[in-house]
């Protein structure tokens, strides 16, 4: 994908999965995985460490921001080249 193609909400796919776009920056992407998130909680003092797909992780609002619960991962440019957009119902 191209810099111009990113649309904050918008999703996209790279090798490691998929993603939603939360910010854009000049020469950066910024966004929270989608299609697998790791939660970490902790349940009776100890932590548990969770991974949901992505209709689970809407429901219980682990999408839900800004901010966000998880933590949001920045793309540079090499790596933007590599993203290919999510059409519409996919």
Request: hydrophobic share 35%; with cysteine.
């Amino acid at each position: 994908m191209k810099h111009f193609e990113f649309r904050i909400g918008g999703e996209f796919t790279t090798p490691a999965g998929r993603w939603r776009c939360t910010d854009i920056g000049t020469r950066t992407i910024v966004a929270i995985r989608v299609d697998l998130v790791e939660t970490r909680t902790i349940v009776d003092g100890h932590p548990v460490r969770r991974y949901l797909a992505q209709e689970e992780a809407e429901l219980e609002g682990w999408l839900n921001g800004p901010p966000y619960t998880i933590p949001e991962q920045v793309f540079d440019e090499d790596a933007i080249a590599e993203c290919e957009p999510v059409q519409s119902g996919e």
